[in-house]
Nanobody
Framework: VQLQASGGGLVQAGGSLRLSCAGS????????MAWFRQAPGMRREFVAA????????NYLDSVKGRFNIVRDGAKNMLYLQMNKLKPEDTAVYHC???????????????WGQGTQVTVSS
């Protein structure tokens, strides 16, 4: 599957953004998917994941209650709704599909290119 992320931008602290990840080549309805982010000089970190069935979601502790991961199988899209953004959320965000193991925050087979999110204070 090919993944294309979009929706990043510059926003003030406290604002909101919705990231989108378009899947092509096959359906993304029945596979685990996730969002990761990487800030300058930092390691890539897990942000949010949704299980293959959609029945389970997991979040990085610092984004719980602010971010929401949603999949629309009919449109073959994955979203990350980000509210109450903070300057520390600034990073390049990547979507991913097809976890290699049962670890939702572990390595994935397929990755999209990143989209930059910048939160100003």
């Amino acid at each position: 599957v090919q993944l294309q992320a979009s929706g990043g931008g510059l926003v003030q602290a406290g604002g909101s953004l919705r990231l989108s990840c378009a899947g092509s080549g096959r359906s993304i309805s029945n596979t685990g998917m996730a969002w990761f982010r990487q800030a300058p000089g930092m390691r890539r970190e897990f942000v949010a994941a949704i299980s293959w069935s959609g029945g389970s979601t997991n979040y990085l502790d610092s984004v719980k209650g602010r971010f929401n991961i949603v999949r629309d199988g009919a449109k073959n899209m994955l979203y990350l709704q980000m509210n109450k953004l903070k300057p520390e959320d600034t990073a390049v965000y990547h979507c991913a599909a097809d976890p290699i193991s049962n670890d939702y925050d572990g390595p994935y087979v397929n990755w999209g290119q990143g989209t930059q999110v910048t939160v100003s204070s």
